[in-house]
């Protein structure tokens, strides 16, 4: 049987952020109740984190399997920093989808709308169980890509009031805060200081390259959500060794990359002071909204179980209406 081949045009015009949103939710739910397999993701280090090789790069593999979809898949993913400044972009991703009985692949599809959208929709559904309410205010770190899926995202769940947002490029913020309000009707106000974005705010959403863990434990206060969701150190030490609680989306892969990084490289930071996954939140076997009295700290890394959950809704979707072009790789190959 081919393998059907979707490209980037495609999964734009099949995926919706309330399809993204609800295979996020049923991922975690799988995941809650150890009916999901997913490993860490392996990274080739081309120079994103280190000083050899010097391109700026990296590339993840990230394998998964959703059972209450019977999928199974691998993303690969790269992020280059030299991307955008030559008119590329930052994500570039192919995620190959195939059954989990025989291992033949049934499509392989652009992932870059995938994983810009299912980024978004994991704090928004980490979220859904974390607030007391439907309606708030949201600070937001980052007016890029991710920072605009992010409020579709929180959109798609919530009634967002009021969003503050910041970014180190400041007319990025306005450029940003002019196309948002328009998409969304919700009210954009940039913030020319950082530390601005987080007064009178519920959810504090980061999404920025920063490595310098310049979100300060003073200005997180109780009954506050924060989302650092960049791939280094957005949060200062205080502030993640000073949470009433830590919540992730995966125990083996947080302890090695991104927020927690810094703190479990110093020692600081053990596995036992992560509160719950989100999965365990999500099912309902940890608890979940916050308390007045309380700070959060969730951090959904993101993995490979969002990216087969939300590909087999494409394919899915794609199978329904007639999209995408089949191609065969081995003529001896049938489902």
């Not at 000083?51 to 059972?67: E, F, Q, R, S």
């Not at 916050?290 to 179980?305: F, S």
């Amino acid at each position: 049987m081919p393998v059907t081949l979707i490209n980037a045009d495609e999964v734009k015009k099949l995926l919706t952020m309330k399809d993204t949103v609800e295979a996020c939710e049923l991922a975690f739910t799988d995941w809650g109740n150890g009916v999901a397999i997913c490993p860490t993701k392996i990274t080739l280090e081309l120079g994103e984190d280190a000083d050899w090789p010097t391109y700026k790069n990296g590339l993840n593999a990230m394998p998964a399997y959703i059972h209450s979809q019977k999928s199974a898949g691998i993303k690969c993913v790269g992020g280059s920093l030299n991307n955008p400044a030559n008119g590329l972009p930052y994500i570039i991703a192919l995620i190959l989808l195939f059954d989990p009985a025989t291992g033949i692949f049934r499509c392989i599809m652009d992932g870059e709308q995938i994983t810009n959208y299912r980024t978004g929709a994991q704090a928004a559904v980490a979220a859904k169980y974390l607030v007391n309410e439907k309606s708030f205010d949201m600070g937001l770190y980052g007016a890029g890509a991710q920072g605009r899926t992010q409020l579709l995202a929180f959109s798609e769940v919530f009634d967002i009031r009021k969003v503050k947002v910041y970014d180190v490029n400041p007319e990025a913020a306005k450029k940003y805060a002019a196309e948002m309000s328009k998409a969304t009707g919700i009210e954009i106000v940039v913030m020319e200081k950082p530390e601005d974005v987080c007064r009178d705010v519920t959810i504090v959403v980061s999404v920025t390259h920063g490595r310098d863990k310049f979100i300060k434990n003073e200005w997180i206060k109780p009954g506050q959500i924060v989302f650092p969701m960049g791939s280094f150190t957005e949060c200062d030490d205080a502030l993640l060794l000073g949470a009433d609680r830590v919540i992730v989306d995966s125990i083996g892969q947080t302890m090695h990359r991104g927020s927690l990084k810094s703190v479990v490289d110093q020692g600081k930071f053990t596995e036992d002071m992560i509160t719950a996954t989100i999965g365990e939140v999500v099912t309902g076997k940890k608890g979940g909204h916050i308390k007045p009295t309380e700070r959060i700290v969730c951090i959904p890394i993101g993995t490979g179980a969002m990216d087969v959950a939300v590909a087999t809704a494409v394919f899915e979707k794609a199978k329904k209406q007639g999209i995408g072009a089949p191609f065969v790789f081995n003529e001896n190959v049938e489902i």
